[in-house]
């Protein structure tokens, strides 16, 4: 569930093009090839490159209506991308969702732990972990693992929130292309 509802991308990183459908009862997702039910505004809307400008309280609406009204079929686990933060999308899917756990995903720049620390006393719910995004990249030549963005701090804002590193996720051309080209569900 695409509940970033300003800069929706599930549908693109997944390569799907077809607009969701519903009727007067239900919503109904748009399913990938590998069988991943997706629901985004992005799949709602007439065109992709289509701005969405609203307010909290429309985009509070949304969300909510993402998880009440479309039909999710046999679902065992749901994930629900959300956007940076700690405002109206955070909020709105800890008070109306049943969240088993999240996962923080952050990057390097020790200005992100600061944020981390905030969105981890902002949820009363199990945090999972925290994945550090663009946390460096490899030199095509020698291997090296280069940091871009400066040291990394995950260690340091996991230890200080006892979460556990679930991972470390380079910058990677590979990954950046087959999210651009709509086949994300081919990566390993």
Not at 64 to 78: A, H, L, N, R, S
Request: aromatic letters at 6%; charged letters at 20%.
């Amino acid at each position: 569930m695409d509940a970033d509802i300003t800069g929706p991308s599930i549908p693109k990183a997944y390569g799907i093009n077809e607009k969701a459908t519903g009727d007067e009862h239900a919503i109904y997702p748009v399913v990938s090839k590998s069988g991943i039910q997706v629901m985004s505004v992005n799949l709602l809307l007439e065109d992709a490159t289509d701005p969405v400008i609203w307010r909290g309280p429309v985009i509070a609406g949304t969300v909510k209506q993402f998880w009440q009204d479309v039909v999710w079929k046999d679902v065992d686990y749901m994930f629900v991308d959300m956007p940076p933060g700690t405002g109206d999308v955070p909020l709105t899917v800890f008070q109306t969702i049943p969240v088993d756990g999240i996962v923080i995903v952050t990057s390097p720049q020790e200005l992100v732990s600061m944020i981390v620390g905030k969105a981890v006393k902002m949820m009363n719910i199990p945090i999972i972990g925290i994945i550090e995004n663009m946390s460096y990249v490899e030199c095509p030549d020698c291997g090296k693992a280069i940091e871009i963005f400066g040291k990394s701090h995950v260690d340091e804002v996991a230890t200080q929130y006892h979460l556990p590193v679930l991972g470390r996720i380079p910058m990677t051309p590979s990954i950046a292309a087959a999210s651009d080209a709509g086949a994300v569900e081919d990566l390993e």
